[in-house]
């Protein structure tokens, strides 16, 4: 844990004001000319954080392997067990793998308070295989794309119930510069592969039913300014311990490109040193 500290401090000049053309001297001997007035003192403290973890879905099928690495700073309160009232900054990277399939982002967390924020960030993407859900004939399913973003959260809570809305708009570009159109396999929909964005809207509705158990429910509705749309209601029962959670559900996904279909839903992580962010 390291401790910063930051001053920015006044300068002040006093001179006498002439008039460039006639050389005549203003009515004061001594004018302050104020160069820079900010008088700002931040003591925030930071220490690394690292997590693991795997998510896996049938319907359309996928699954990865995930990687998070940051580094909070802790900007004012205290974070302590089940308090809110603290805010941080995270500089984090973020990798993800299912062989064929990579990705390696770059994101910032801005949350003036623990449970109200703001993340942007990029991303990388490669895939080297035809995707087996989708019709890689007519959409372009191999190849490299980018994607940066911005998003909104905000999680409320009373008692043992919690609620958490997010809204993140999203950029995709195709890196080959292709024509046609390229399949974004999360939401499910084929976006223009010269350049094109989209909307993910997600809320989320739980409650602790004890000590290492939550139950929720969620829907995720994801729109392309191409007219493509996603849905993706689902329920859970997540198990936490210490710094391992897992999470068991099923829900029902449907979108432009997929019919209506059942889908189940595993994720297991490992905060082997955990954020400061809610979890």
């Known amino acids: 844990m390291e401790n910063f500290s930051v001053r920015l401090k006044t300068l002040i000049s ?6 460039p053309a006639r050389g005549d001297v203003f009515g004061f001997a001594c004018a302050p000319i104020v160069i820079f007035t900010l008088v700002f003192t931040m003591q925030c403290r930071a220490d690394f954080d690292l997590a693991l973890g795997s998510t896996f879905r049938t319907y ?3 699954g990865v392997i995930e990687f998070d690495a940051g580094y909070d700073f802790l900007l004012w309160g205290v974070n302590a067990a089940g308090s809110p009232w603290y805010g941080y900054l995270r500089p984090h990277f ?19 308070l623990s449970i109200l924020g703001l993340r942007a960030g990029g991303e990388g993407i490669e895939n080297d295989q035809n995707y087996s859900a989708y019709d890689c004939l007519n959409f372009d399913c191999r190849g490299r794309y980018s994607r940066t973003y911005a998003q909104g959260e905000l999680t409320l809570g009373a008692g043992p119930v919690f609620l958490q809305g ?8 195709e890196r080959a510069g292709s024509l046609g159109a390229f399949i974004e396999p999360t939401a499910g929909l084929a976006l223009a592969a010269s350049g094109d964005s989209q909307t993910v809207y997600r809320g989320s509705l739980g409650v602790h039913t004890g000590a290492n158990w939550t139950v929720l429910g969620a829907v995720v509705y994801t729109q392309s300014d191409t007219h493509g749309i996603s849905r993706f209601p689902f329920a859970l029962v997540r198990y936490a311990l210490g710094g391992f959670s897992a ?9 432009t490109l997929k019919v209506q279909g059942f889908s189940s839903l595993l994720f297991l992580r490992w905060e082997v040193k955990p954020s400061l962010a809610l979890n």
Do not use: K, M, Q
């Open 60 to 62: 359309p099928l996928s």
């Open 94 to 112: 973020d990798a993800s793998s299912a062989g064929t399939y990579n990705t390696l982002g770059f994101a910032l967390d801005l949350y003036p």
């Open 166 to 173: 997010r809204v993140r708009r999203e950029r995709w570009t």
């Open 247 to 255: 999470g068991l559900g099923a829900g029902v996904f449907s979108s």
């Open 14 to 19: 006093c001179s006498n004001f002439i008039a």
